[in-house]
T-cell receptor, first 115, second 114 residues
Framework: AQSVAQPEDQVNVAEGNPLTVKCTYSVSGNPYLFWYVQYPNRGLQFLLKYITGDNLVKGSYGFEAEFNKSQTSFHLKKPSALVSDSALYFCAVRDLNTGGFKTIFGAGTRLFVKA | EAGVAQSPRYKIIEKRQSVAFWCNPISGHATLYWYQQILGQGPKLLIQFQNNGVVDDSQLPKDRFSAERLKGVDSTLKIQPAKLEDSAVYLC????????????FGPGTRLTVL
C-alpha cells in the first residue's frame, strides 16, 4: 500500500536560516507527490507537486522540494525562512492503484520560525 | 476564480444529535472530496465523487455518515447520530479529477461533539 511518512513532528528554525521539512514515501510504481501548508483555522493550501521530470520542483512562496528516488524522499526546502512560514506542513502521495487516485497524507510537521 | 466554499465554519452539537455540512466546489471541477482531519493527524478521505457518482467511500462510516452530490455540483455531508469521536475538522476539496491534478481545499468546518 502507498504511504508517506513525516518523521519530525516539529521543526524549529531561526528567521533567515534555511529550512527543511522531511518526507519519505512508499509506493508501487511512479510516485506523484505533493506538499500542502495549513495555517490556523484554514484549509490546506497547495505548495507544489512532483509528477515527472526535474527532481527539483519550485512552488509557491519561495518553497521548493527535491525528489530523490533512491532515498524515496521528497523533502520541502526554503533558502531563507520567514516568521510567516510558521504553519503545519503536509506531504502527500497519490495512490495510482485506486480508481479515484486517492491522495494519502502524512501526519504533518509543525514549523516554527523564530524571529 | 472563486475557491471551494464550505459552511458552516464552526458547529457545536451534543452526542446523538445530527449535523450537516455543505460544500460548493470550484466551478468546472468534476471531482469532489470530503476529508476528516482529527487534531494532530493528516486529512483522511471519507468519500470521493466524480460528478454525481461515488468513486471511493471505503473509509466512510456508513452506519452514521452519509453524503450526496445530487446535481454533480455542490455536496452535503451528514452525520446522524454524532459521537464524541466525530469531533474533527471536515474538509471539502475539489479537482478536475485526473491523476496529476491538484486538489484545492475549502476552509473546513470545525465540529465539536459534546
Amino acid at each position: 500500500a502507498q504511504s508517506v511518512a513525516q518523521p519530525e513532528d516539529q521543526v524549529n528554525v531561526a528567521e533567515g536560516n534555511p529550512l527543511t521539512v522531511k518526507c519519505t514515501y512508499s509506493v508501487s510504481g511512479n510516485p506523484y507527490l505533493f506538499w500542502y501548508v495549513q495555517y490556523p483555522n484554514r484549509g490546506l493550501q497547495f505548495l507544489l507537486k512532483y509528477i515527472t521530470g526535474d527532481n527539483l520542483v519550485k512552488g509557491s512562496y519561495g518553497f521548493e522540494a527535491e525528489f530523490n528516488k533512491s532515498q524515496t524522499s521528497f523533502h520541502l526546502k526554503k533558502p531563507s525562512a520567514l516568521v510567516s512560514d510558521s504553519a503545519l506542513y503536509f506531504c502527500a502521495v497519490r495512490d495510482l492503484n485506486t480508481g479515484g487516485f486517492k491522495t494519502i497524507f502524512g501526519a504533518g510537521t509543525r514549523l516554527f520560525v523564530k524571529a | 476564480e472563486a475557491g471551494v466554499a464550505q459552511s458552516p465554519r464552526y458547529k457545536i452539537i451534543e452526542k446523538r444529535q445530527s449535523v450537516a455540512f455543505w460544500c460548493n466546489p470550484i466551478s468546472g471541477h468534476a471531482t469532489l472530496y470530503w476529508y476528516q482531519q482529527i487534531l494532530g493527524q493528516g486529512p483522511k478521505l471519507l468519500i470521493q465523487f466524480q460528478n454525481n457518482g461515488v468513486v471511493d467511500d471505503s473509509q466512510l462510516p456508513k452506519d452514521r455518515f452519509s453524503a450526496e452530490r445530487l446535481k454533480g455540483v455542490d455536496s452535503t455531508l451528514k452525520i446522524q447520530p454524532a459521537k464524541l469521536e466525530d469531533s474533527a475538522v471536515y474538509l471539502c476539496a475539489s479537482s478536475r479529477g485526473g491523476a496529476t491534478d491538484t486538489q484545492y481545499f475549502g476552509p473546513g468546518t470545525r465540529l465539536t461533539v459534546l
